[in-house]
T-cell receptor
C-alpha cells in the first residue's frame, strides 16, 4: 500500500520569499508523483508530475519539485511567492502512471502568503 | 469548452435521504473517479471506473453507490447508510493512455 505524508499543515511565508512544501511517500513499487493546487471552493489543478527521467521537474506558475528516491521525497519549491499563490497544495502518488486505479493523496498544506 | 462539470455546486439534504451527485465529462476519457474531501484529511477515493458498465470500490466506498452507463457520465449516490455524508465531493477523469487526472469544480454536500 502507498501513503503520502505532507509534513506541514500550514506554511506562512512573506511575499517574494522562497518556499518549500514537503512531501514524503512510502511504496513498495515504483511510483509516480504529482503536486496539485486547490484554490478555495474549487477543484484541483495539476502543478507538475514526475514519471521518470530527470529528477528535477518544472511545473506551472514557477513551481518546481525534486524527486529523491533515497529519501522518498518529492518536495515542492518556488523561489519567490506571490499573493496569488495562497492555496491548498496536495502531493499525490500512483503506482500505475496515470493513477488508473486512483491516486493516494496527502492531507494537504495550506500556503499562506503574507504581504 | 472541454472539461468536467459537476452539479449542483451546493447541495443540502435532510438526514436519511439518498442524494445523487452528477459528474459529466466531454474529454472522451475512459476512466472516471470520485473523491471525498474533508478539512485536514486530503482526498480519499470512493469509487472509480475504467470502462463503461464496470467500476471498482476505492478506500471509502461504504454508504455510496455509482453507475457508469455512459462514457461521459459517472453519477455518485450518497445513501442513507453513509454515516457522515457532509463533505466536498470531487469528480475526476483521465485517459487510459495519459498520466494526468483532471478534476471537476466539486459539489459541497451538507446533510442537515
Amino acid at each position: 500500500a502507498q501513503s503520502v505524508t505532507q509534513l506541514d499543515s500550514q506554511v506562512p511565508v512573506f511575499e517574494e520569499a522562497p518556499v518549500e512544501l514537503r512531501c514524503n511517500y512510502s511504496s513498495s513499487v515504483s511510483v509516480y508523483l504529482f503536486w496539485y493546487v486547490q484554490y478555495p471552493n474549487q477543484g484541483l489543478q495539476l502543478l507538475l508530475k514526475y514519471l521518470s527521467g530527470s529528477t528535477l521537474v518544472k511545473g506551472i506558475n514557477g513551481f518546481e519539485a525534486e524527486f529523491n528516491k533515497s529519501q522518498t521525497s518529492f518536495h515542492l519549491r518556488k523561489p519567490s511567492v506571490h499573493i496569488s499563490d495562497t492555496a491548498e497544495y496536495f502531493c499525490a502518488v500512483s503506482d500505475s502512471g496515470g493513477g488508473a486505479d486512483g491516486l493516494t493523496f496527502g492531507k494537504g498544506t495550506h500556503l499562506i502568503i503574507q504581504p | 469548452d472541454g472539461g468536467i462539470t459537476q452539479s449542483p455546486k451546493y447541495l443540502f439534504r435532510k438526514e436519511g435521504q439518498n442524494v445523487t451527485l452528477s459528474c459529466e465529462q466531454n474529454l472522451n476519457h475512459d476512466a472516471m473517479y470520485w473523491y471525498r474531501q474533508d478539512p485536514g484529511q486530503g482526498l480519499r477515493l470512493i469509487y472509480y471506473s475504467q470502462i463503461v458498465n464496470d467500476f471498482q470500490k476505492g478506500d471509502i466506498a461504504e454508504g455510496y453507490s455509482v453507475s457508469r452507463e455512459k462514457k461521459e457520465s459517472f453519477p455518485l449516490t450518497v445513501t442513507s447508510a453513509q454515516k457522515n455524508p457532509t463533505a466536498f465531493y470531487l469528480c475526476a477523469s483521465s485517459s487510459m493512455s495519459s498520466d494526468t487526472q483532471y478534476f471537476g469544480p466539486g459539489t459541497r454536500l451538507t446533510v442537515l
